[in-house]
């Protein structure tokens, strides 16, 4: 069936340091959504890629989606204590209502 | 945050007891998801709905079955539920063509 990895599973950096996780699918999507899970709280949605090769960015946050629409990055610069969290990338089930999440990156920032 | 709440927050039972957990909203969406989370294994997907009476397995969905009778309430039953069933529950719910919002989650401890 169709899944979606994520790479790395964690990642410890010190406060300051640029951070990088990558998802990758089976199949090609449609779109990618990229969710932000606080230790504790619920996943919230971060943004959606929909276009081959898009580039989006949110303040130090930077998200790519790749020209086959296969795999997606989220790049953060210089980490802060707030960044801390889990980040999973959610793709569409090809023909259904649903979507496949990655197994998600948990990220440590070192103060 | 959307209005979305589950019901209860926190339940501790034994095994081989039905249990049901609830979630409603008050946003009128049409997709309605339950997922459970659990350490190495991200957010999977148990059912979803995507109307009234029209819901789908995803899965994880052996030993839960699930109700929408109505738009603002997804209810999750565990039939006779099982220490593996230890879990974190979340229900989502997802306008067309939109991102997922995230209830606060149900915390569930069989014994």
């Known amino acids: 069936g169709q899944q979606v990895m994520q790479i790395p599973q964690y990642q410890h950096v010190q406060e300051g340091e640029d951070f990088t996780t990558y998802c990758n699918s089976s199949?090609?999507?449609?779109?990618i959504q990229w969710y932000k899970q606080r230790p504790g709280g619920h996943p919230v949605f971060l943004i959606q890629?929909?276009?081959?090769?898009e580039v989006k960015k949110q303040k130090r946050l930077t998200f790519q989606f790749g020209e086959a629409k296969k795999n997606s990055s989220l790049h953060i610069t210089a980490t802060q204590t707030t960044d801390v969290g889990t980040y999973f990338c959610?793709?569409?089930?090809?023909?259904?209502?649903?979507?496949?999440f990655g197994t998600g990156t948990r990220l440590k920032v070192l103060a | 945050d959307a209005g979305i709440t589950q019901s209860p927050r926190h339940k501790v039972t034994e095994t081989g007891t039905p249990v049901t957990l609830r979630c409603h909203q008050t946003?009128?969406?049409?997709?309605m998801y339950w997922y459970r989370q659990d350490p190495g294994h991200g957010l999977r997907l148990i059912h979803y709905?995507?109307?009234?009476?029209?819901?789908d397995k995803g899965e994880v969905s052996d030993g839960y079955s699930v109700s929408r009778s109505k738009t603002e309430d997804f209810l999750l039953t565990l039939e006779s539920a099982t220490s593996s069933q230890t879990s974190v529950y979340f229900c989502?719910?997802?306008?067309?063509?939109?991102?997922?919002?995230f209830g606060p989650g149900t915390r569930l401890t069989v014994l």
């Open positions: 959610a793709g569409p089930s090809t023909g259904t209502y649903k979507y496949i």
């Open positions: 199949t090609t999507l449609s779109n």
């Open positions: 890629l929909v276009k081959s090769g």
């Open positions: 946003e009128n969406h049409r997709y």
């Open positions: 709905s995507y109307g009234v009476k029209d819901t």
């Open positions: 989502a719910i997802k306008p067309p063509g939109g991102e997922q919002f």
